[in-house]
């Protein structure tokens, strides 16, 4: 019984914030970016207004966070949709590419953080090398894409939960990985990781919108065990 009376605290309620009205606020902000993002492709200046608008989002995102008022699923509500978008929607002449790189090079240069130290930054390459190996791995396998998505979705949600703020974009950059990843397919003029990061912001779409749901579920559950 109290178990149950826990769970639908949880869901009514998350940090004594009305947690429908406060994710429905949020789907309607993720709704007026992609609305936006989508207009602006179709203007004259997009490029450099995509520019403008992930450095937009991008202070918001960080000065929000600082305050406590957006965590890591709420930014990936905003850049995921989009994201997705780019990477699925692909035309021959590559201009796709060029706006996925417009939308994602002002978003990881703010999350990433700047002051960071030797050992930080070191751990920073390793990680993403490794990362870059098993997504090299899963190129050209769906299942392996999704199953290796769905770890790097756990390590950035995990890792934004048990260290200090900014750590997961430092260690585990959704940004860097679509950066370098998408970087190589438009050098090599091939689709070589398009198939992993259809999987890989699909994902991450799935952890955006229910991530916030499922860890405070896990977390609850994990605390009423007796052991």
């Given amino acids: ?86 990477v699925v929607n692909n035309d021959k002449e590559r201009r796709n590419d060029i706006l996925l790189f417009a939308f994602h090079l002002p978003l990881f240069f703010i999350s990433y953080e700047v002051q960071v130290s030797i050992f930080q930054a070191a751990l920073s390459i390793l990680s993403h090398l490794l990362i870059f190996y098993f997504v090299f791995i899963a190129r050209k396998s769906k299942c392996l894409s999704i199953f290796i998505s769905i770890v790097i979705g756990l390590l950035y949600n995990y890792t934004g939960d048990i260290a200090s703020p900014g750590t997961n974009d430092i260690l585990v950059n959704p940004m860097l990985i679509t950066l370098y990843t998408k970087g190589i397919d438009y050098y090599t003029k091939k689709d070589t990781y398009t198939l992993f990061l259809k999987s890989f912001w699909a994902v991450l779409l799935c952890f955006a919108y229910l991530g916030s749901w499922i860890f405070i579920f896990v977390s609850d559950y994990y605390n009423m065990l007796p052991f």
Avoid at 25 to 40: E, I, N, R, Y
Avoid at 53 to 76: E, Q, T
């Fill in 1 to 86: 019984m109290e178990f149950g009376i826990c769970v639908i605290n949880h869901l009514v309620y998350i940090f004594e914030e009305v947690f429908w009205l406060k994710e429905t606020v949020l789907l309607l902000q993720s709704f007026s970016v992609f609305a936006l993002v989508w207009w602006f492709t179709t203007l004259r200046h997009r490029y450099t207004l995509l520019l403008f608008l992930s450095a937009f989002l991008g202070s918001a995102c960080a000065i929000l966070g600082d305050l406590g008022y957006w965590n890591d699923n709420d930014v990936l509500k905003h850049i995921a949709p989009v994201s997705l978008y780019f």
